[in-house]
């Protein structure tokens, strides 16, 4: 049935604004902090966005899961499956070693609100990530006992569009927080 | 040609069948969207009684000048509970509830599109309500900050105690199930209807739940992101609406009512459909004007969108602002002006029928239209700075949320119960409950707009013997007990109905639309055969081949 997609994409919809709010919270407070940390002296946008590229390759390696799934190639399905979970946990690692050195440096969610909205906005879209991974998994691991056999899936379709809604995110996110910081 | 087609899609895998003998667990356990629907119902009623009783409180409270009988702590809970419970667990848990249990029916369908969701939703809801409610067992008790939650008031510095984060995961908890339910009924509206629903023929109450669920999915984000943001400050020392700390306790105020205002058209919208489905029945007319009924909701949806910050006028965001705000909030007024219009033109020259539904539904337009002209009188910048956060706010706002929504769904029950139960509602009991609400309501609510005008400002807990204040809060506080007698007459006929009603055919109010069409209350699998559906009111069609709605319209 067509529903199930269609659910999707609403929810998709409304998980936008969700993240439109937090968003615009980061905006309101850009440049608020001028001494102190901030975007500017605290973030490194090279190593960050190295990390992205993972995030990035991982959209096509999913879109290529979903195309195997069409021609009923079975075996490269679930190839690309596992490419995207190793991609996406390349991203976590990046996101997860940057939060640890400005932690290391007292940068925190509490020392001030470029803190609080830089961590809110990033960790709320790494949760997201990691949701993701998660029903990745879950689909690899069910392809592992022989569903998916293609043409046509629910379930790989709906896990692909949300994939590609948290990548899209993420290239709002990087341009609002890391490339406005050096423009 | 054949009168009754068979045209309910069957599951693919069919959904688990109730059985008979499984005692509570065949509601703990189902996902049937009638079960659903009805449990709604019930633990709304049940917070209705919560929130009725914190009412009471409050208005013994004020009965007299200079009163003692509750503190001043207890005083700020009592009026942060009552206004949150009544919102998120009584009005929108009724409407949902109503909406879960009727959408299905009315559009011909078998359940919702996906009825595991479904359950998810209302046991959010149920949980969210168990999470706020516990708070009062916490170290100093409920949430003291108001509805609204304004920082800095509800941030840690000023509000040590749990409550407020209590208050918000509750909420948060809500919020998610009313956003899943939201999507439910919009994939329900847009996928399963029965062949011929077009969406010109869906019924008008369907009609609104697609808008309300649209708003939902829109808004709700916005105040998870708050309440979010909200939680992290009070539990991780983000700063993001402490001013002390770089924040911005005006933010809140901008995200708050950037949903608050939507959500008021959430807990109206769903009960102008229930009023658009009981006046033409009681009427024995069609609906007058169904394009702009539906029209015009779709307008009311995108302009709330945009009118949030006349609840900040004293704020001070400038002319410009307040200007704007001021504007496209009167403009609000028009598509609402269109359905009070269009409900009286369907009445006009009509075989009125005053049935307990039918007075709820009269007095529904009545009391709206109060609360809606003073409405668009505080929508006017300098109104509103003289009588902000005063009673006259209180007033209003009751007009449009009791007088509104809550008239409204209980011209839906009387409607309705019928089919839920397989019984009628006493009309004999009804009509008391029925006058017993307008008279207390009235009186408790129509003084305080006096009471405003004449300086008292709301969430006070107790006010100076000012010539007039103790009478005048004297006549609200009888009033609220009026209608407290008023409700526990309604549970009474609820629970004598239950038992000694008489049995309700399937069609009761020989009403047009396909809910009645199957058994009263229906079957597990809601219709044995579909009517076929030409027009918008496929009962009528039915029983009048000769003289249908559609003359012209293609047989499915
Ligand atoms: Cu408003």
Redesign the pocket.
């Known amino acids: 049935m067509a529903n199930n997609k269609m659910l999707i994409k609403f929810f998709i919809a409304s998980e936008s604004i969700f993240f439109v709010m937090l968003i615009l919270a980061y905006i309101n407070f850009h440049g608020s902090n001028v001494e102190g940390p901030n975007a500017v002296n605290s973030l490194n946008p090279l190593r960050t966005g190295i990390f992205s590229l993972f995030l990035l390759a991982s959209s096509l390696s999913v879109w290529l899961a979903g195309r195997s799934l069409v021609t009923k190639n079975h075996f490269m399905m679930k190839i690309w499956i596992l490419v995207t979970i190793i991609l996406g946990a390349v991203f976590i690692y990046g996101q997860a070693s940057e939060w640890l050195g400005l932690i290391a440096q007292n940068i925190t969610i509490s020392r001030n609100v470029f803190g609080s909205t830089f961590f809110t906005l990033t960790g709320f879209h790494g949760f997201h990530v990691c949701v993701g991974l998660l029903m990745l998994s879950i689909l690899l691991g069910l392809a592992m006992f022989g569903d998916f056999k293609g043409p046509k899936s629910d379930g790989v379709e709906c896990v692909s569009i949300y994939w590609h809604f948290v990548d899209g995110v993420w290239i709002v996110v990087y341009s609002v927080i890391y490339l406005w910081a050096f423009l | 040609m054949s009168t009754r087609i068979p045209i309910v899609p069957e599951n693919v895998k069919p959904l688990p069948a109730l059985k008979e003998n499984e005692g509570m667990l065949t509601w703990v356990a189902s996902i049937d969207h009638k079960q659903i629907g009805i449990m709604y119902i019930i633990v709304s009623m049940i917070y209705f009684l919560i929130g009725g009783l914190e009412a009471l409180l409050i208005r013994t409270q004020l009965a007299q000048p200079e009163n003692a009988f509750l503190s001043p702590e207890v005083f700020n809970q009592m009026f942060t509970m009552h206004g949150t419970t009544m919102i998120f667990f009584v009005v929108m848990p009724l409407l949902i509830g109503m909406g879960v249990y009727l959408v299905p029916l009315m559009i011909g369908a078998r359940d919702m599109a996906f009825p595991r969701l479904n359950a998810l939703s209302f046991w959010l809801v149920v949980f969210g309500g168990i999470l706020l409610y516990y708070s009062f067992f916490t170290q100093s008790g409920a949430s003291e900050v108001g509805w609204f939650a304004y920082a800095p008031l509800s941030e840690k510095p000023f509000s040590l105690n749990k409550g407020p984060t209590y208050w918000a995961l509750g909420l948060l908890a809500t919020g998610i199930g009313s956003i899943a339910s939201g999507l439910n009924n919009i994939v329900t509206i847009l996928t399963l209807r029965t062949a011929g629903m077009t969406m010109r023929r869906l019924p008008l109450f369907v009609w609104m739940i697609l808008v309300t669920s649209f708003l939902i999915i829109f808004v709700f984000p916005i105040i998870a992101s708050a309440f979010s943001m909200m939680l992290l400050d009070r539990l991780l020392g983000a700063t993001f609406f402490t001013p002390a700390h770089g924040g911005s306790a005006i933010l809140w105020q901008h995200f708050f009512?950037g949903f608050?205002?939507p959500e008021?058209y959430i807990l109206v919208l769903p009960a102008f459909g229930i009023i658009s489905e009981v006046i033409p029945v009681f009427s024995r007319k069609p609906i007058y004007g169904y394009e702009f009924i539906a029209g015009s909701t779709v307008a009311i949806g995108l302009l709330s969108l945009g009118?949030?910050a006349?609840?900040m006028f004293a704020v001070g965001l400038g002319n410009v602002a307040n200007v704007y705000f001021a504007l496209a909030?009167m403009l609000i007024a028009i598509p609402t002006g269109i359905k009070i219009l269009n409900w009286i033109a369907t009445m006009w020259g009509g075989k009125i029928w005053f049935a307990t539904p039918m007075l709820f539904a009269t007095a529904f337009i009545i009391e709206f239209v109060i609360g809606g002209l003073t409405g668009v009188a505080i929508a006017s910048v300098p109104i509103d700075w003289v009588v902000t956060d005063s009673y006259f706010i209180v007033a209003h706002f009751h007009y449009v949320l009791f007088g509104g929504s809550i008239f409204a769904i209980f011209a839906g029950v009387y409607y309705w119960f019928p089919k839920f139960s397989g019984r009628m509602l006493s009309e004999t009991i009804g009509k008391w409950h029925f006058w017993l609400t307008v008279v207390g309501f009235n009186m408790t609510f129509f003084i305080q707009h006096f009471l405003g005008v004449m300086g008292m400002p709301r969430r006070v807990y107790t006010y100076h013997d000012f010539p007039y204040w103790g009478s005048m809060n004297m006549i609200s506080t009888i009033g609220a007990f009026v209608l407290a007698i008023s409700v526990i007459i309604f549970m009474w006929n609820v629970r004598y109905s239950l038992k000694h009603g008489k049995k309700a055919p399937d069609n009761p109010w020989n009403a047009w639309t396909l809910e009645w069409a199957t058994t009263s209350p229906p079957a597990v699998h809601n219709f044995d055969l579909v009517p076929p559906v030409r027009g918008r009111r496929p009962l009528w069609d039915l029983a009048h081949p000769d003289n249908p709605d559609e003359p012209n319209a293609k047989i499915v």
């Open positions: 009512w608050g205002h008021v009118v949030w006349h609840h909030s």
